[in-house]
């Protein structure tokens, strides 16, 4: 089993950056993905991105490329999330998220470890 918990949210402005953190405990296996959904107030969770602990292979959504960047550190046990010129559309709980195998899956159903969220707002 394995425990997750997000920070790095806040208030910013449009075109502003925030880095997101997820760090990791409990029992973890040599193979496994982490990933990153929001939630906006009405709205499905939706995938963010995704990286392959062992290797590093990411996979975006079409939403967030070429703004967003995914890395962990594996000393500690922690993975990143570096937005950067963020719009109104980013606002959202984001959620971390991992599963086991390392298979990098878009679904929310498919991840059964959560961590708590943590408020991402952008304002216009």
């Known amino acids: 089993q394995v425990q997750l918990v997000e920070s790095g949210g806040g208030l910013v402005q449009a075109g502003d950056s925030l880095r997101l953190s997820c760090a990791a405990s409990g029992r973890t296996f040599s193979s496994y993905v982490m990933a990153w959904f929001r939630q906006a107030p009405g709205k499905e969770r939706e995938f963010v991105a995704v990286?392959?602990?062992?290797?590093?292979?990411?996979k975006y959504a079409d939403s967030v490329k070429g703004r967003f960047t995914l890395s962990r550190d594996s000393a500690k046990n922690t993975m990143y999330l570096q937005m950067n010129s963020l719009k109104s559309e980013d606002t959202a709980i984001y959620y971390c998220a991992a599963r086991w195998p390392a298979i990098l899956l878009t679904s929310a159903r498919d991840y059964g470890y959560w961590g708590q969220g943590t408020q991402v707002t952008v304002s216009s």
């Open positions: 990286i392959s602990w062992s290797g590093g292979t990411t």
